[in-house]
């Protein structure tokens, strides 16, 4: 994976999936404990080419074993900063806009309180996690408002996907047990393609906000 660092060393490593970013804090460390910015919604912007303002933040807290996803709204779709507060998760982002190259690819990636690491997850990917600790506290904060009316769930083991999750038999809501498979998605439905956000100028949009 390569990565960069931004003017304060925050450290942004690439994916092989494209416009999704794993990001590194510069952490403070003395004999009190320790201090980090968890968001600069100025620098997070330009350093992860994020288009909307977050509008929603979420907690959850989540036992050992328990499988969350694989979520996404068919619109109205939400890109996501993942955060960790406590423990550690196994982390996954599944692409499914409907030009990419890399639909139906994923990603994934360990977050934990220790390395302090956070995961942008922008708009057109489902996204799930499951706890690897013994609970689990999980921030995300979202670009749009959550829409239960365009709600979906992929399924977690669906063999298209072939996802390495580190669990055999995890905890799962009814709802995600009944997760649809790739092959089922009807792609005419979902909002986002991959050109709706690579192609995104930040700096235009700073220059049209600034001019209201």
Known sequence: MKSHKTSNSMKIIETSLADVKIIEPQVFNDD??????????????????IPKPFVQ????QSKQGVLRGLHFQRQQPQGKLISIISGSIFDVAVDLRRDSENFGKWIGVELSAENKRQVWIPEGFAHG?????????????????????????LLWNDSDLAIGWPVKSPILSEKDQLGLKLKDLKLEELQVRHKDISHINISN????ESEQ
């Open 32 to 49: 009190r404990g320790f201090f980090y910015e968890s968001f600069q919604a100025e620098r997070y912007q330009k350093a992860l080419n």
């Open 129 to 153: 996690f499951v706890t690897l600790s013994e609970l689990a506290d999980v921030e995300y904060k979202c670009t749009d408002y959550y829409a239960p009316q365009h709600e979906a769930s």
């Open 205 to 208: 949009i700073n220059n049209r």
């Open 57 to 60: 933040s979420n907690v959850s």
